[in-house]
């Protein structure tokens, strides 16, 4: 009977159907046969000397870097605006939180410094904290970059690229919301420029807490795993900022921990922001036992040993941090979801 020449020799070499061929005796056959020698002395005809060389069948990708890039930051676009668990969930989630802790923490003033640097530390460890949230989204996105790129469809840096630069206006949303929706409820310095610090290190925080998220997501088998993983690693990094224990009181073995938390150096430029040329009341003074007023550079100093004006080295430290997670995604793209090794 009359039949599609590929449909055919599916239902052959698929053993799910009954009438399936030997493939291994197919091949041989093949091997043995007419039809390969005349398939060689055409490509020999051709200038192919019976083989195919990669400059024989065209570039790897048909398509230059430019178009790659504008189509992936199209999908990639059109992706957080239509999948609510990209990044409307987390907006949603930040929002809501963003007014318990306003509502919670409102008015805190300089007389209650004890709760205003526990409203500091919260913003830039558990806003942080709940990026895990996407992870199941990241890992589905890695599975279609998988497939996609094992079609040839793009290079690993351009996806990188996009991915990076399509994720930026949305935190830098979510920072604007819950910085609005908290910042003045709680009371923190009132100064504009201070505020645009503040939101600088929010900011800087949850993208550097998105390309974490995205790292780990690259490497794990399943969501949950990379949840947990997440969970794990930010819980040790928050641990060693200095805001449970100050560096002074660390073990030796943990100093290089608390050097590599990014949210040492997110901590310790809000806590300047906030409190440096400013008077705090109701410090314990750690030598008298008494509570003292002090100036702000003094409790900075006390609390986490940070003497000078950091905002601006410590903001460049965020960036360097930022870039090298991205660095990081892109190694373990490039080798581990290669799609050579997926059915």
Known sequence: PKMNPPDYFLTKINTDFPDAADVPELAGLFEQGAHKAALAQELDRAG?????APSDVGPAFQTSSWHQFKVLMTMMFWDGMRNPTVYWLRVVMF????????SLYYDVGLARPDDRTS??????SFNPFMTVAAVPAFVDSRDVFTRERASGMYRVWVWVLANTLSAIPWIFFITIVVCNLSYWLIGFNSEAVRFWW????????LLISEGLMVSVSAIVPFALLGIAAGAGIFGM???VCGFFLVPANMPAYFLWLHYVSFFKYSFAGLMVNDYFGETVQNVLDPNTNQVVTVSGEQYVSQLIDVNSD?????????????VFF??????????????????
């Not at 990081?328 to 997926?342: D, E, H, K, N």
């Open 48 to 52: 192919f000397g019976g083989t195919l």
């Open 95 to 102: 929002a809501a939180l963003a007014l318990v802790m306003g």
């Open 119 to 124: 409203a500091l530390f919260f913003f830039v």
């Open 198 to 205: 503040f939101v600088l290190y929010v900011f800087l925080t």
């Open 237 to 239: 990094l928050m641990l």
């Open 310 to 322: 950091v905002r601006a080295n410590y903001a460049v430290v965020l960036v360097g941090i930022f």
């Open 326 to 343: 991205r660095i990081v995604l892109f190694g373990l793209l490039y080798r581990f979801q290669t799609g050579t090794a997926r059915a």
